[in-house]
């Protein structure tokens, strides 16, 4: 569904209203649980879950009627999206379902990695990221490749591999050639290299540096394009969101890629953030004007808003203004194009294995009903998009 001008203000009105409704039926949803419950105590329990069941039945109506993030972002020409497994892709219909529904973008958490895709010498295996590629196909969804150079989820012929320079030139070359062109055309930015800086500034010590020397990442993004010209190739990072040495590493050594006529078109901000931690808004949108500076984009590529368990509605509240921050310095900048979350229902994230006693960082809950995060967003974008249909003077 995709609603342009006056269609988008007709039904965004419409929507506004729904929103408005929906808002109290949750409201009522609350008040109709307890009294339900007194209801139940003295009355039984029949009359009580009716009401429930109603009003519950009432809100996923609601739910159901109310335009899906996709096409809000669509009408503001941005693009939104997640990070995607493909086993629930393969299993689960409400996974399925609920990803083509609200987002136009898509990114494989796992599948493209080089353990997965190429995990022995010899060896290629497409199956998952095909599989990725093809849903994201089938439901007009553009596609960030993750990831060609990192020095994690590697398979043990690399991390354990013993090679001359030139062999480990040729290996790491055959492998972004290959995998790039076999998505050539398919796939709208690739995460070229991950995470090659520490937090210091210095180049992380990888297998990559190591054995190739600094100019692997320059001959990673020549190889890249040369497999797909048209891919937009991206530096990917974490904890260089806001303004700190890590950034301004990130930030001149892209520079030194662009001066040296390296073909990169732009940087990924991962965002695995907290309530605890989070970067500034404001110096994200300096961090992003300086990269627009250098005539590059930037990607939000990974957002999640982890949580300390357990969940209350004030952290839940909480964690929705950074959701809607953080889209804010997205739409405000010119360079941001993409806002991708990494994943989107707490059912899978990586959190809770990685973060002891944190969860809940997604928009969607494990049963795929949408978080305060959701509607934060989704507000955010219906008001961009309207204040855009007023700039845009019609
Ligand atoms: O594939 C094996 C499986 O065979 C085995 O049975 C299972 C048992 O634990 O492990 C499976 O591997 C896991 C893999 O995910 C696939 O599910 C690894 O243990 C686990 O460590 C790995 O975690 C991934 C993590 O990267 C590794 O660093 C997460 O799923 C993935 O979401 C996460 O993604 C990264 C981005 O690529 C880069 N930025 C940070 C982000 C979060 O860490």
């Known amino acids: 569904m995709i609603i342009h001008g006056k269609n988008l203000n007709r039904s965004a009105s419409l929507i506004a209203i729904k929103g408005e409704r929906f808002l109290s039926l949750k409201k009522g949803l609350l008040v109709g649980s307890l009294s339900g419950l007194v209801v139940g105590l003295f009355f039984g329990c029949f ?91 089938a439901n007009n969804m553009k596609v960030r490749g993750h990831t060609l150079v990192w020095h994690n989820q590697l398979p043990s012929w690399i991390s354990m591999g013993s090679f001359s320079r030139e062999e480990w030139i040729n290996i790491l070359r055959d492998h972004i050639t290959t995998v790039v062109s076999r998505y050539q055309g398919k796939i709208y930015a690739w995460d070229v290299v991950n995470e090659a800086v520490n937090d210091d500034g210095s180049l992380r010590d990888t297998v990559w540096l190591r054995n190739i020397g600094p100019e692997y990442l320059d001959l990673a993004f020549r190889w890249a394009h040369e497999a797909d010209p048209n891919a937009l190739l991206f530096y990917n990072d974490y904890g260089g969101e806001g303004l700190n040495q890590k950034s301004n590493a990130i930030y001149d050594l892209v520079n030194g890629l662009l001066d040296r006529g390296v073909p990169i078109n732009g940087v990924g901000l991962q965002m695995h953030v907290s309530l605890e931690y989070s970067p500034s808004p404001q110096e994200v949108a300096e961090n992003m004007a300086r990269l627009s500076n250098l005539g590059l984009d930037v990607h939000i590529t990974e957002l999640d808003v982890r949580l300390e368990l357990p969940v209350t509605e004030e952290k839940l509240a909480a964690q929705a203004r950074i959701y809607q921050e953080l889209l804010e310095v997205c739409l405000n900048v010119d360079n941001c194009k993409a806002f991708v979350m990494w994943g989107f229902t707490d059912r899978y994230s990586w959190i809770s294995s990685f973060f002891r006693g944190y969860g ?35």
Request: charged share 20%.
């Open 47 to 137: 009359i009580a879950s009716q009401r429930i069941h109603d009003l519950q039945s009432q809100v996923e109506n609601m739910e159901r009627n109310m335009l899906p993030l996709r096409s809000l972002a669509d009408a503001r020409g941005i693009l939104v999206g997640t990070a995607v497994s493909a086993t629930p892709l393969r299993n689960e219909a409400l996974y399925a379902e609920t990803l083509s529904r609200e987002f136009n973008i898509l990114t494989a958490d796992n599948a493209m990695k080089f353990e997965s895709i190429h995990p022995a010498q010899n060896l290629y295996l497409f199956e998952g990221a095909d599989a990725i590629v093809s849903y994201a196909e």
């Open 360 to 394: 809940s960082a997604l928009i969607f809950d494990s049963s795929y009903h949408a978080k305060p995060a959701y509607y934060a967003l989704w507000r955010c974008l219906l008001n961009s998009s309207f204040d855009q249909e007023t700039s845009d003077g019609s």
